[in-house]
């Protein structure tokens, strides 16, 4: 059985490796790609089996991918727009719940209320993943990517909370409106307060302790599950502990790690997050033939007219909530200082029709029990998963696909920096170039004309800044923009013949091969470096 599974497994990643692949060529996110592969996949026979367990998701998919996205977080960016990420985190999850409880109550046959909130609350939050993987290749403002990121780092939290109180609301039939709302104000705060607790744990571990590397990578990912399972215990937000514990150790990861280890932890958290996504995403559309055969021949007609006006509601709710956003932003303005005191449309339109919901909204569906404890099936459950498989479906493909349309369509102008990315790269690098410079001038002169080294570093210098000089001018960017492709293609050029050079090195006696290896491994961080140089964001 085991033997089985892996080999399923390793299908599945190969197929994602291909989907993928297929992805960056045709330009469309592989997330959308990856649900609508895996919806034929479902019904192939050797694939059978292959379910989505909601432990699985929770316990081991979710704490390493919140705390990847946490970590790669911008903790500038985040508090700059913490309040409309607040807000969009909670208070949207919250009346976006409410509001599909009352809807679903209203028109589905034996919906309660408790079920419509146990809807609403597995519904209610986007998907981080989604969003940016669409809109990576796109040109958008910064804020927007900040705000999308940063609500998702904490929307999660807040829906499964709901979620949470209207299961046990379900199962026991009762409700207290002021117990919920004490313990759900003492589930946020306590789980922010373990997740910086565990990361002060960590913090200490990193910073004092003879690390390596290797024990360095190797404690980032026992750090995000130590983190959620803390909170877990004491049925505190494992979510908000990840992400709480992520921003601050993020916001010390040049004070407790290395260089080797930031480099090496950068290059492996992105595969392992790439293969953990890959697979949530496939596994999506795999869960499509268990859904419809849990639900029957008979209610396929009636499930599905109720998952479009669910879907509808949900996408109309967003859009109001981020109109709504704008125009309290611009009211309460006049009365406090506000990242923005205009939002305009644009903003709240692009924010709204990217709410694409993903794998945890399907995993806190399939975690619902078939049976109550009176041993009753669970009501409505099958109901609940396709409503939730539907509104993913429709979300991550329609407003997946429509969104860079939208967004060139709006073209959005970046009114938080003045100079374009290019302009402000060029700009940090001259004042890098400038204070070393100067360091040399001030503090290492008289070794400048007897250190050919030292010497070679300054002239270099030199060039750079006479180099830089250029982008002040008019049209400076065309210009650079064609001497770099020239640079570019002659330097890779060169490296591409050192590398060969080096292994013809190699095959001679008198050569070392720890030498070669050295050194190709400096031609590697060098080609690295020539990538994130020119690299355009």
Not at 227 to 250: D, R
Not at 351 to 377: D, F, N, T
Request: hydrophobic share 50%; aromatic share 10%.
């Amino acid at each position: 059985m085991l033997h089985h599974v892996i080999i399923q497994c390793a299908c599945l990643l190969v197929v994602i490796l291909f989907v993928v692949m297929l992805g960056q060529k045709i330009k469309i996110a592989y997330p959308i790609l990856l649900v609508l592969v895996g919806l034929p996949l479902g019904f192939v026979p050797f694939l059978k089996g292959i379910e989505i367990q909601p432990d699985l998701i929770f316990v081991i998919f979710l704490p390493p991918l919140l705390y990847e996205s946490a970590w790669n977080t911008s903790w500038k960016d985040f508090w700059k727009w913490r309040r409309v990420i607040s807000s969009f985190a909670f208070l949207i999850v919250i009346l976006t719940s409410c509001l599909i409880a009352v809807v679903s109550n209203s028109f589905i046959a034996g919906f309660t209320l408790p079920l419509g909130f146990l809807l609403g609350g597995i519904i209610s939050p986007p998907d981080a993943v989604s969003a940016s993987t669409i809109l990576k290749n796109i040109k958008v403002p910064k804020r927007f990517i900040a705000i999308v990121e940063g609500e998702s780092l904490l929307n999660d939290a807040s829906s499964l909370v709901i979620f949470r109180f209207a299961l046990a609301a379900v199962v026991t039939g009762k409700f207290a409106l002021g117990q919920a709302t004490l313990s759900f104000v003492l589930v946020i705060v306590m789980g922010i307060v373990i997740g910086l607790a565990v990361g002060l744990v960590f913090y200490t571990i990193h910073r004092w302790l003879p690390t390596t590397a290797n024990i360095d990578i190797i404690l980032t990912f026992i750090t995000p599950y130590a983190m959620y399972m803390a909170a877990e215990e004491f049925h505190f937000s494992g979510v908000l502990a990840v992400v709480s514990g992520g921003l601050f150790l993020s916001s010390q990861r040049h004070v407790i790690l290395s260089y080797r280890s930031r480099l090496q932890g950068v290059n492996v958290w992105e595969t392992v997050a790439f293969v953990l996504n890959g697979f949530v995403f496939i596994l999506i559309g795999l869960e499509f033939p268990v859904i419809i055969k849990a639900l029957g021949p008979d209610g396929l007609k009636p499930a599905i007219n109720y998952s479009l006006i669910i879907t509808g509601v949900l996408i109309l709710a967003r859009l109001a909530s981020t109109f709504g956003a704008s125009v309290f932003t611009v009211f309460i303005s006049r009365y406090i200082t506000t990242a923005d005191p205009s939002p305009g449309w644009k903003g709240p339109l692009l924010l709204g029709w990217a709410g694409m919901r993903g794998v945890v909204s399907l995993a806190a569906a399939l975690s619902i029990p078939e049976l109550l404890p009176s041993g009753a099936a669970f009501p409505q459950r099958n109901l609940i998963l396709f409503i939730t498989f539907v509104v993913i479906m429709f979300t991550l493909v329609v407003q997946g696909l429509s969104l860079p349309l939208l967004v060139k369509f709006v073209n959005m102008p970046d009114r938080d920096y003045i100079g374009s990315h290019e302009q402000q790269k060029q700009l940090v690098r001259k004042k890098l170039s400038k204070l070393a410079l100067q360091i040399l001038e001030d503090k290492y002169a008289d070794r400048l004309d007897g250190n050919d080294m030292i010497k070679a570093f300054r002239l270099r210098l030199s060039a750079d800044m006479e180099l830089l000089k250029d982008w002040e001018k008019d049209g400076s960017e065309q210009r650079a923009d064609n001497f770099y492709h020239d640079y570019r293609v002659i330097l890779n050029d060169v490296m591409d013949q050192q590398r060969a050079l080096l292994l013809t090195l190699n095959k001679k006696e008198n050569i070392s091969d720890d030498i070669v290896k050295q050194q190709l491994d400096l031609l590697d961080l060098e080609e690295e470096k020539l990538r994130q140089h020119f690299e355009v964001v």
